[in-house]
């Protein structure tokens, strides 16, 4: 099994790293970049907890192969704090209790910002719709549903300051 | 669990995917959004020696209108299905059976076509090596028994996927190609309704592309589907309903097609008998709902027991017609 060379663009990172075919995004995040937010839950794509952001949209690390995502713009939970200062959906996880024993946290963040990106102004319908793909056994959700919310707003609010749409 | 290891190929073309599926055979396998394959692979059900990336060949990604056909390629994401404009306002049963598989991250990676082509599944054969040494090897492990049905002469595996039914109700045809040539096929026809083999694909064709007639005036069209968890599991019972309204309120053509109750999606013949050339009553609703749960034939060997989830297509049957109906 010829290893292979691949260019993985993490968090605006560019990484080198030689990996097998059979390496999947989740094990090389964890285990060579030693980016250990991305979580590994069940490895069958099932509870989400792996989710990262590629090319903007929440998929399973866990189900993505390393050689496939070469030249793909890769967001894991590291990649979200910018200047020391940690993102709106992030702070408001955090005011809203929204985490509990925060092994979903990095994949609910992440889905909550992908979402936001796409529609700044949700329902609740539609959080709880983007949300639906990962599994949080603590929270039942309703706190999850509240910070992204929240962050909607706050980041409404941001916008209006710094001229951001 | 790691993967087992195998080699990456990525084809250029189209062409030189099917060379390296014509030498490999059996032994290497499609690789599109691997939802499946993937899992299958870390259960040690699947060890193919080659994966060959389709994403790396070009022009299969695509959803376009032809002569009022709609064509989907191989590649086209489910989501793509599921937030196309065109998709939504022509054709809203495959948005709707779109955005119904698994949960949205996976309608991000997953494909049509994969989800057209996914495996049988069984309580007993989607396990873990370990899970499943303890029994031994079934039929569609390679052994001589069911172990969901005892005493069962074949393979029972459920047909899982939650596409064909709206697909085949809408009368789809898909282009399968090979090195040697390729073949148009109603899609209905794809399916074997063997549980060990649920594919009539053999290991060198790749289905390329699927071809969906245009809506005719008067069709609208629904799909409901039972499910554990609402957010993200397999069906464990699930209906596709196609029906065209003329001028004068009468049924002119309807399909009723199931998944997850059988072998294979489960095209409802009576219910097609029934409905064409009628007024859709109140009555008739009743009787096709009948005619459903005749057709379906469950088993216990996916999440919930067999005869609630063959009640359940009595049920999922008169709403899909139901709201079918009513968008008219």
Redesign the interface.
């Given at each position: 099994m010829d290893k292979r060379l691949v260019q993985l663009r993490v968090n605006g990172e560019q990484y080198d790293v030689v990996v097998s075919p059979n390496e999947t995004l989740v094990e090389v995040l964890r285990e060579r970049l030693e980016l250990t937010g991305t979580k590994m839950g069940c490895g069958e794509g099932a509870c989400g907890t792996c989710t990262v952001l590629l090319d903007g949209k929440p998929i399973r690390s866990c189900l993505t192969l390393a050689v496939e995502v070469q030249g793909k713009e890769i967001v894991t939970i590291e990649g979200l704090a910018e200047d020391g200062q940690l993102h709106p959906v992030q702070k408001a996880f955090i005011e809203h209790g929204a985490i509990q024993c925060g092994f979903c946290s990095p994949a609910m963040i992440l889905t909550g910002k992908a979402l936001l990106d796409e529609n700044p102004h949700p329902t609740e319908a539609e959080v709880r719709q983007a949300i639906s793909g990962v599994v949080c056994r603590c929270t039942g959700y309703a706190k999850i549903v509240e910070a992204i919310m929240a962050a909607a707003d706050s980041l409404q609010g941001e916008g209006k300051h710094n001229g951001r749409t | 669990?790691?993967?087992?290891?195998?080699?990456?190929l990525e084809p250029s073309s189209l062409e030189e995917a099917l060379s390296f599926l014509a030498e490999h055979k059996e032994q290497a396998k499609l690789?599109a959004g691997?939802?499946e394959l993937?899992?299958s692979m870390?259960?040690g059900l699947l060890a193919p020696s080659h994966?060959v990336?389709l994403?790396t060949v070009p022009d299969l990604d695509f959803v376009s209108e032809h002569n009022g056909s709609l064509r989907i390629g191989a590649l086209t994401r489910l989501?793509t299905l599921r937030e196309m404009p065109a998709v939504r306002e022509r054709y809203p049963v495959l948005a709707r059976a779109a955005e119904m598989v698994?949960?949205?991250?996976?309608q991000?990676?997953g494909t049509v076509v994969g989800n057209l082509c996914l495996n049988t599944r069984c309580f007993y054969y989607n396990q873990s090596p370990f899970w499943r040494q303890a029994r031994g090897a079934c039929y569609k492990t390679g052994g001589d028994r069911c172990h969901a049905i005892k005493g069962g002469k074949r393979c029972l595996a459920t047909y899982q996927g939650d596409m064909a039914p709206a697909l085949i109700a809408l009368g789809s045809t898909v282009r399968v190609v090979s090195s040697g040539g390729e073949r148009e096929t109603p899609l209905a026809e794809l399916y074997t309704g063997r549980g060990k083999r649920p594919l009539a694909l053999e290991p060198d064709e790749i289905v390329a592309e699927v071809r969906v007639p245009g809506p005719v005036d008067g069709m609208s069209g629904d799909c409901q589907k039972l499910r554990l968890r609402?957010?993200?599991d397999f069906p464990l019972a699930g209906v596709a309903v196609v029906l065209s309204r003329n001028g004068a309120g009468i049924c002119s053509r309807a399909g009723v097609v199931l998944t997850a109750v059988g072998t294979g999606p489960v095209v409802v013949e009576d219910a097609t008998q029934l409905l064409e050339g009628q007024q859709v009553t109140d009555g008739l609703v009743s009787q096709v709902a009948e005619a459903a749960y005749e057709a379906a034939r469950p088993v216990d060997n996916v999440g919930s027991d067999a005869s609630y989830r063959r009640k359940m297509v009595r049920v999922l049957t008169r709403r899909a017609i139901m709201n079918a109906w009513g968008k008219e």
């Open positions: - | 669990m790691h993967l087992p290891s195998f080699e990456h690789i691997g939802t993937l899992v870390r259960h994966l990336n994403k989501a698994a949960a949205p991250p996976l991000v990676m609402g957010s993200m």
